[in-house]
């Protein structure tokens, strides 16, 4: 078997945030496999077949990266941002797991890339200046009450908290039970970010405190970062302030 | 003033994993402020003053770049990895915040990069598939009764857990302590990862369980991976286990 399987992120959207590695793997590659609004993001390459799925079938996608990896295709499984944060570098190896014991023989990489949380804190300042944390907000594959005793436990020992998949069509309610949970915590003045496509021309940015926090709008591409007691802001004579969590926040 | 300051970071080692946003500030920057040990790692060039200093004096690095870029320098302030994770984007803010009025009205830009944790976790599979937190070890700044706290808030809640700053020769037991008091709270078999400058030349990583990673060599360059109850083994034909968490971990 000499196909292999490189499982990679295009970072969160400009092209001058992708690594030179990712790069030689999206070109290297004979298939690219991938949620489509990913690959869209990839220039065509003549002779690279594409196999885009829609978004949440992320085992079958898996699946079907590995059977063309053991047919002998190099295959690129392309995420967004980072692929082992939320992204597609999990699913395989679940698919690994649970699949054919051939499947473990593969040559499988999973190449690093720049997250949407490192994207959005360099725009804010240093807002991940101290601990922090990651938290999924979907409850497709957790139950609700697991999201709100680690959004509990973080609150309460003083971690940043940075929220992933915080809203969607079908999971409406959750980012306001989630801040209204925080706000229970937290000071009322702790800060409280949305960021929306960060480094894409869309790009928006709000900052709220956690008491008004709720009147933020959010949808799949929002990541809300929330301050620990610790966070400071900089108010700045033009432009909006900047945001940082002192080193030795305590 | 038409002096700026951009605060990046080289990523974990290998230069195909430094984007070319960061490798485009470093070639434009007329001044480099930093720990010498990474302005080693940037190629010189012509005309372009270098301010090397050691390990540990971030506040007085910061406002040396400060006041470069106060006199209208194109200053780039060097850390490791994402400079906003334990590197000098908050230390650079610290002293914005604490220093003089004129510096707020600076054009300051932080980049991101790949941060260690994620080169790490692409090596071993994909080790931080669910919620996960980042804990810095050093006691530098804090007490070590709040290190203790989060990592027992932190390991009781299932996050995963990237332990930074793990031992220097002026901070020996922290480690230990840390790996006892989640001995203490996770099973035994959890795995534990030591992993030695991933990416570069001398790369290094081990696999324990959480009751036999005592055993584990660390120093300033180790960042240590913690798994929750979730995480899982995939044992291969040849070469070392895949790690990784299960997207849906409770």
């Known amino acids: 078997m000499s196909g292999r399987l ?3 992120g295009l970072g969160p959207g400009d092209v001058a945030l992708r690594t030179p590695q990712t790069d030689a793997a999206l070109s290297e590659a004979t298939d690219l496999v991938g949620y489509g609004a990913y690959l869209d993001r990839v220039a065509p390459r003549a002779g690279q077949r594409r196999h885009a799925s829609d978004n949440g079938a992320e085992i079958a996608r898996a699946r079907q990266a590995l059977r063309l990896a053991s047919e002998g295709r190099h295959v ?3 995420s967004g941002g980072d692929p082992g944060v939320f992204g597609m570098a999990s699913a395989v190896f679940e698919a690994i797991k649970h699949g054919e014991p051939a499947w473990r023989a593969l040559e499988v990489q999973v190449l690093p890339g720049v997250s949407a949380v490192f994207a959005v804190a360099a725009r804010l300042g240093a807002p991940l200046g101290h601990d922090f944390c990651v938290v999924s907000l ?7 009450d697991v999201v709100c005793a680690r959004l509990r436990a973080a609150a309460q020992a ?5 929220l992933y998949n915080v809203a969607s069509v079908a999971r409406p309610w959750q980012l306001g039970a989630a801040l209204d949970l ?7 003045a ?3 970010v949305f960021a929306h496509a960060v480094s894409r021309p869309d790009e928006r940015i709000e900052l709220f405190d956690i008491a008004t926090a709720a009147r933020g709008q959010a949808d799949m591409r929002t990541l809300v970062l929330v301050g620990s007691r610790e ?3 900089i108010v700045r004579p033009s432009g909006p302030a900047w945001i940082y969590a002192p080193r030795g926040a305590a």
């Open 190 to 192: 702790t800060p409280v």
């Open 6 to 8: 490189v499982i990679l």
């Open 138 to 144: 979907s409850d497709n594959r957790k139950p609700w």
């Open 231 to 233: 966070t400071r802001l």
């Open 158 to 162: 003083g971690f940043v908290i940075a």
């Open 76 to 78: 690129a499984v392309v």
């Open 182 to 188: 925080l706000g229970g915590i937290l000071p009322a």
